[in-house]
């Protein structure tokens, strides 16, 4: 069974680190895309990067290129999504999600909830 | 980069009515789109990838039609588990974008 099981809701300060991690299991997790998607709090889903741990060829959005890292560690079948410097604009659910050009996001994490507040 | 438009941006129906929504590409995207609902506090759930297939499990009355740069998810005959937010999203080209949304809600 194809499963992407995401780390636990964190609460952080501003200007504090934080990575979450997204761990797949049940396929080969080399052989997909693991993408990372935004919801902020009452808004949509806001596409922020993708990751192939095959090769950690990694695409981002310009909206968040340089504000996060995507990173994989295909030893332990695991992709993160980290921050140096957290924002309260940060505040978001943030979800991962498998991807392949002909099945696109077929399988999602259950979400971590990041809440960063002074 | 492309940009998504959805429309209507929210609707209000009964269980029964035929719903449209209709997703607009800013450039060709082929047929790289996939439409997700989501339901409030759950994980988005993919219904239709390729533009027009069925995701294995989804009702079939879902469907979705189009190629290039218009793009339509049509829900036969609403039924109460369908009341959620729709989004599309282009996977053609990086950035992948997501549709802001169309929010079907009770009539």
């Known amino acids: 069974e194809v499963q992407l099981v995401q780390s636990g809701a964190e609460v952080k300060k501003p200007g504090e680190s934080l990575k979450i991690s997204c761990k797949g299991s049940g396929y080969s997790f080399t052989s997909y895309w693991i993408g990372w998607v935004r919801q902020m709090p009452g808004k949509g889903l806001e596409w922020m990067g993708i990751?192939?741990?095959?090769?950690?060829?990694?695409r981002y959005s310009p909206s968040f290129q340089g504000q996060v890292t995507i990173s994989a560690d295909k030893s332990i079948s695991t992709a993160y999504l980290q921050w140096s410097s957290l924002k309260a604009s940060d505040t978001a659910m943030y979800y991962c999600?498998?991807?392949?050009?002909?099945?696109?996001?077929?399988?999602w994490g259950q979400g971590t909830l990041v809440t960063v507040s002074s | 980069d492309i940009q998504m438009t959805q429309s209507p941006s929210a609707m209000s129906a009964s269980v029964g009515d035929r719903v449209t929504i209709t997703c607009r590409a800013s450039?060709?995207?082929?047929?790289?789109l996939a439409w997700f609902q989501q339901k409030p506090g759950k994980v988005p759930k993919r219904l239709i990838y390729?533009?027009?297939s069925l995701q294995s499990g989804v009702p079939s009355r879902f469907s979705g039609s189009g190629s290039g740069t218009e793009f339509t998810l049509t829900i036969s005959s609403l039924q109460p588990e369908d009341f959620a937010t729709y989004y599309c999203?282009?996977?053609?080209?990086?950035?992948?974008?997501f549709g802001p949304g169309t929010k079907v809600d009770i009539k």
């Open positions: 990751i192939y741990p095959g090769d950690s060829d990694t």
């Open positions: 999600a498998r991807h392949k050009t002909m099945d696109p996001y077929d399988y």
């Open positions: 450039q060709g995207i082929s047929n790289y």
């Open positions: 999203l282009q996977h053609n080209s990086y950035p992948f974008t």
């Open positions: 390729a533009a027009s």
